[in-house]
């Protein structure tokens, strides 16, 4: 990935976050960030490593549709 396509990206989660969050529920949000942080790959399981982002969404989406998703 070059850098012009990784700015794209972040640009576009910072916008996201910035519109539609109001400020005091960012706060919250800063610190389930540090989790993120945190994460050692190596450590994730093998399906999450190798599902795509669209797959990720999507099973977030559901999980959270079916109140299985803890976040």
Do not use: W
Not at 14 to 41: D, F
Request: aromatic residues 6%; proline residues 4%.
């Amino acid at each position: 990935m070059n850098d012009t396509e990784f700015l794209e990206i972040i640009n576009y989660i910072n916008n996201k976050y910035h519109e539609r969050v109001p400020s005091p529920i960012r706060a919250i949000v800063k610190g389930k960030i540090k989790k993120i942080e945190n994460l050692q790959l190596n450590e994730l399981p093998f399906s999450l490593r190798r599902c795509t982002v669209e797959e990720l969404v999507i099973i977030v989406q559901e999980g959270m549709r079916r109140g299985i998703v803890k976040l």
